[in-house]
């Protein structure tokens, strides 16, 4: 469970990271590119990036804990069964 807690809470500070950066987007302050392209703040998208590489670091490790406990309740029940 404690692993998943961190991953909720990556997952969270993503969520409000994209939000802080869509906010800024639409109020202007990421400035613009030629044609009116919105360019986002380089602080935002790396703290994004970030957050991204820390919630799959994550989904992959609670993956690998549940694939751990599954191979121990299937040998717990072959032992049991027999």
Request: aromatic share 2%; charged share 30%; hydrophobic share 45%.
């Amino acid at each position: 469970m404690y692993k998943l807690s961190k991953a909720e809470s990556a997952l969270r500070r993503l969520d409000g990271a994209v939000a802080r950066l869509e906010s800024a987007l639409r109020a202007g302050e990421g400035g613009t590119a030629a044609g009116g392209t919105p360019v986002p703040d380089p602080d935002a998208e790396r703290e994004i990036a970030a957050l991204k590489a820390e919630v799959a670091a994550l989904t992959a490790l609670s993956g690998e804990a549940s694939e751990r406990v599954g191979a121990t309740a299937a040998r717990l029940k072959k032992l049991l069964e027999d």
